[in-house]
């Protein structure tokens, strides 16, 4: 199903229909913040494969792959490492659309984030929203299943911080997260991160989430509007229609997460029969074990390029008994051991940002102040959000 090139490890093929695409939503603060920072915005959108007016309207949909490598090299040619938290600091519920509506209009924060996450696939392909209970905890998190991403540090950071604001509109000033976990390497400098979050961010995390005392899970949405959201839920029932084979993804994704991965637990997922998951994942040219293998790849390539979190762990979040079966199978898809991957993934890395960073060598302003800077573009954005049909 897919085929690697054993001269540059970094790069897999995108899977079959794999058109996957991300609403733009809250990411049109991109543009006005690369020209704050000093950045030419259209040359930057053009590296990342975007035309230059591809974020004018949050309604548009762009390849999410490409919204990975944006951030990635915004961060790089404006010299700002924390860029992801910023583009994240300006998004609203409003921006998410339908979805934004629907959760402001839920009686409770438990069920909107319910509603947020349950039905997250119509704004994005690509990456998941997840919400997890245990016990007194919940985490409200991120991760990514598209096989083709591996320097998603910003987007992470651009999620954890939108989230941060979705979550103090459903709760009220007074939330706070008690953890707030990264699943890349710990930054140089940590003070944009503990001046937005206001607790010590951890980092190298197998997850990416914001963890919370469960009781505010009941707590009501202020100024719910039962009427408007049930025209949201109609509107969403009738735009939910979805790919096969992006499903298998995404719930193999959210499964890795609760230690699960088999193809009767897809099948009981999706509401469907494993034969007939099989016999249609077949029309579409693959099988359910080389998505499985797309799936972990693509976790495998993502935590080895992006964190130090040792080897056993990184294959105990794939679902392997331990770190022998999880190096025989990356040695299969890789051509090469996961050490030596991480190895010559840290050096790439590392030459991109020092390219990026020459590109565009104006001095950036506005990124030692915190988030001040940017607040003016808040308001922009959410004024220019599109009503939702058939509000």
Request: aromatic residues 8%.
């Amino acid at each position: 199903m897919f085929r690697l090139d054993h001269n540059h490890l970094s790069t897999v093929a995108p899977p079959a229909g794999g058109g996957w695409m991300q609403r733009v939503g809250g990411f049109g603060g991109v543009v006005p913040l690369l020209r704050q920072l000093g950045a030419d915005p259209a040359a930057t959108l053009a590296s990342a494969g975007l035309a230059s007016d591809a974020l004018d309207r949050d309604e548009n949909k762009i390849p999410y792959a490409a919204v990975v490598r944006l951030l990635a090299e915004c961060a790089g040619r404006t010299r700002c490492p924390h860029f992801g938290l910023l583009v994240g600091r300006m998004s609203q519920l409003v921006q998410l659309g339908v979805l934004g509506e629907l959760a402001r209009n839920c009686a409770t924060v438990g069920e909107a984030l319910e509603a947020l996450t349950v039905h997250q696939h119509l704004n994005s392909a690509g990456g998941l929203a997840f919400l997890i209970r245990r016990g007194q905890v919940a985490d409200l998190g991120y991760a990514i299943y598209h096989p083709g991403v591996t320097d998603a540090d910003e987007t992470y950071d651009a999620v954890l911080a939108a989230g941060f604001n979705y979550m103090r509109e459903l709760c009220g000033p007074g939330w706070l997260p008690s953890e707030v976990l990264f699943p890349h390497a710990k930054p140089r400098d940590l003070t944009q991160y503990r001046n937005l979050f206001k607790v010590q961010p951890r980092f190298n995390s197998e997850i990416c989430a914001l963890r919370f005392p469960a009781y505010w899970l009941e707590r009501p949405v202020a100024g719910a509007d039962a009427r408007r959201r049930r025209a949201a839920e109609k509107f969403v029932a009738i735009a939910d229609r979805r790919d096969l084979l992006e499903q298998a993804f995404r719930a193999l994704r959210l499964l890795l997460l609760q230690g699960k991965n088999s193809g009767d637990d897809v099948a009981n997922t999706l509401s469907i029969h494993r034969r007939t998951l099989n016999r249609r994942l077949k029309t579409q040219g693959t099988t359910f074990q080389e998505v499985l293998d797309q799936v972990r790849f693509g976790i495998a390539r993502q935590l080895l390029s992006a964190s130090e979190i040792a080897l056993d762990d990184v294959a105990a979040t794939l679902g392997y008994a331990g770190v022998s079966p999880f190096m025989r199978s990356f040695q299969r898809w890789a051509g090469t051991t996961p050490g030596r991957w991480r190895r010559a993934t840290a050096s790439r890395r590392l030459s991109d940002r020092a390219a990026g960073s020459r590109r565009d060598a104006s001095p950036s302003r506005g990124i030692v102040a915190g988030f001040e800077p940017v607040r003016e573009h808040v308001q922009h954005d959410a004024a220019r959000a599109e009503t939702v049909p058939g509000l």
